[in-house]
């Protein structure tokens, strides 16, 4: 992380101007042509439990964690416009906010990096939440690497219990000897789960984890890919909210998360064996792990990889990282594409195919990287360095 005087002294440069105009201008146009129910799918499912009576979990099924659930009780309200605009609101400050944390606390570098792999996805993204739970993770990091451990591990609680995937990033407080905030996290998300599960059921957590009794591998993941090879043929149906091919079988499930635990588990003690940014690599690597192990591998989950992705780039010489996270990016948007159009199966398996090579791609990057000395970035980031500071 760059000392914050350094990084706060460097002036928007033109490329960030430009990017950040880029995007402000697809979040307009696309909140004025909104096509298709794919696009607003989200917003819709959101008016559904807002409007919904009774207890959630408890009178009726919901697939989110409690604290997105309360987020949803707060802007599901009222027509279609009015939603999708909230959500638009939050997913464009959700990001402005990280692109400020990189640039203050690691450097301008990795922001302009950040913009660049996140302007693809934003065809789609104002119509989704999903970044606001990576700015949560993202600022509680800055706020325990600022002496602020206590609150840093209760913003990283919040963000699990608000999405479940920043668990695996928790790891990065013990990387950066913070062990206060691992153990604050840890225990706000004991205690908030603990009163989840007492105000709603044990069956809130099945109805989270299982995606409302969801019976198949969405077709979009790695067991559904392999599903649709496997069993060439197999009709595809829509069931609690996304595509879904096969049958999800108990073992199988317990053998992913299984699998998952462990190479997450892996990726964080390679990580804690070289000289890298804990919040580079290793979390590169522990969050691509999950995205390719997942049985729901929905495009937006790609937002998840920004910020690492950006950081491990800016330590890298080559532009494996560069390549791999604008082409999740892409084919994400197309395969959202894809869906508006209602095209043939085959272009979204294709298209599946590719983002998920890439994600693969930079999970191996995370798993390898390894820094030499500080200047290392430098090479590999000069052109970008002149150009965000100039």
Do not use: K
């Not at 059921?201 to 989270?208: C, E, H, I, M």
């Not at 990580?271 to 591998?297: E, K, N, T, Y």
């Not at 390549?323 to 869906?339: D, N, P, Q, W």
Request: proline letters at 5%.
């Amino acid at each position: 992380m760059v000392p914050e005087p350094e990084a706060a002294r460097a002036r928007v440069g033109r490329v960030e101007w430009l990017l950040l105009a880029a995007m402000g201008t697809i979040w307009l146009v696309m909140l004025a042509w909104t096509p298709g129910f794919t696009l607003q799918e989200d917003a819709r499912r959101f008016i559904e439990i807002a409007s919904a009576s009774g207890t959630p979990y408890r009178d009726f099924a919901v697939e989110y964690p409690p604290l997105e659930t309360l987020l949803i009780l707060l802007v599901g309200r009222g027509s279609d416009v009015a939603v999708v605009w909230r959500m638009a609101i939050i997913n464009g400050v959700s990001t402005v906010g990280c692109w400020l944390l990189l640039r203050r606390f690691w450097s301008p570098v990795v922001a302009v990096l950040f913009l660049w792999f996140a302007l693809p996805m934003q065809v789609f993204m104002p119509f989704r939440v999903d970044m606001l739970s990576v700015l949560m993770i993202l600022a509680a990091i800055v706020l325990a690497d600022r002496n602020r451990a206590t609150a840093g591990g209760m913003l990283a609680g919040a963000s699990i219990i608000f999405r479940v995937w920043p668990a695996v990033i928790a790891p990065v407080f013990l990387l950066r000897r913070r062990p206060r905030a691992f153990i604050v996290a840890l225990l706000v998300t004991v205690v908030l789960g603990a009163w989840w599960v007492a105000v709603s059921g044990t069956d809130a957590v099945t109805q989270v984890s299982g995606y409302r009794g969801a019976t198949g591998w969405q077709v979009e993941s790695a067991p559904g890919l392999v599903e649709q090879f496997v069993h060439p043929g197999q009709s595809f149906r829509f069931e609690q909210g996304a595509v879904r091919v096969g049958t999800m079988v108990p073992w199988e499930m317990r053998l992913l998360r299984f699998l998952t635990v462990a190479l997450v588990a892996v990726a964080w003690w390679l990580g804690s064996r070289r000289l890298i940014d804990p919040a580079g690599a290793p979390a590169l690597a522990a969050v691509a792990l999950l995205l390719a192990l997942s049985p729901v591998f929905s495009p937006q989950y790609v937002a998840w990889l920004l910020p690492w992705a950006a950081i491990v780039a800016a330590e890298r010489r080559s532009h494996d990282v560069r390549i791999l996270m604008i082409g999740a990016g892409v084919f994400a948007s197309l395969a959202i594409a894809v869906y508006i159009w209602d095209r043939r199966p085959a272009e979204l398996e294709v298209l599946s195919i590719g983002r998920m090579i890439c994600v693969v791609g930079l999970a191996a990057v995370g798993l390898i990287h390894r820094r030499v000395d500080a200047n290392e970035g430098a090479g590999a980031s000069a052109e970008i360095e002149t150009a965000a500071t100039g």
